[in-house]
């Protein structure tokens, strides 16, 4: 069973800055199903990458995912009001995991 | 636009069965995953399992020897059942619709809370 470690757990940012999260696999993984989520408070998880690097529909072109085998990367490149929330890591092996997450805050 | 909510019991007897079921409206389930999650505070996000449009279901390791998901495409929807619940199974649980998981889970229901009590 591949288990997946999100860091930081809690960041704490100004708007306009960059916010980079981590999810490191415990071992290496097929990066098609390697997918990250958004979840607001009282919501259902919203789909914002999927294949490591894809975006979904309508996911502003402000996050970005990258990375391989093990190490993977969400980034949001100048960050919104909105994009309080925590984010989550989702992987599909033969069974589907989700990373602990991590939160966002905007200050 | 594809639309999933989860309807069924928001409570639940200890040792009795959990049963939802997903309706889906604005599209057709057919060629599609149906999956089920949970969620807690101290857990976090969980995966329940899928079920495909031909029958052919995947579990959580951890609940397999419980769970038992089902599909309808005549009537567009998924149903879970959870035998021998405790408090522990206590959640708020959503359903989802994906195509194959390649392309991430992209359509879900808004959850709705059971909660394991006497």
């Known amino acids: 069973e591949v288990v997946l470690t999100q860091s930081p757990g809690t960041l704490s940012l100004p708007p306009g800055e960059r916010a980079t999260l981590s999810c490191r696999a415990s071992?290496?993984?097929?990066?098609?199903?390697l997918a990250w989520y958004q979840q607001k408070p009282g919501q259902a998880p919203s789909l914002l990458i999927y294949?490591?690097?894809s975006r979904a529909t309508g996911v502003p072109d402000r996050f970005g995912g990258s990375g391989s085998g093990t190490d993977f990367t969400l980034t949001i490149s100048r960050l919104e009001p909105e994009d309080s929330a925590v984010y989550y890591c989702?992987?599909?092996?033969?069974?589907?995991?989700f990373g602990g997450g991590s939160r966002v805050e905007i200050q | 636009q594809v639309q999933l909510q989860e309807s069924g019991p928001r409570l639940v007897k200890p040792s009795e069965t959990l049963s939802l079921t997903c309706i889906v409206s604005g599209g057709s389930l057919s060629l599609y995953y149906g999956s089920w999650f949970r969620q807690t505070p101290g857990k976090g996000l969980e995966w329940i399992g899928y079920?495909?449009?031909?029958?052919?279901?995947n579990y959580n390791p951890s609940l397999k020897d419980r769970v038992t998901l089902s599909v309808d495409t005549s009537r567009n929807q998924f149903s879970l059942r959870l035998t021998s619940v405790t408090a522990a199974d206590s959640a708020v649980y959503y359903c989802a619709r994906s195509a194959d998981y390649s392309y991430g889970v992209d359509v879900w229901g808004q959850g709705t809370t059971v909660t394991v009590s006497s």
């Open positions: 294949g490591a690097s």
């Open positions: 071992q290496n993984v097929n990066n098609i199903y």
């Open positions: 989702q992987y599909y092996g033969s069974y589907l995991n």
């Open positions: 079920v495909k449009y031909s029958g052919r279901t």
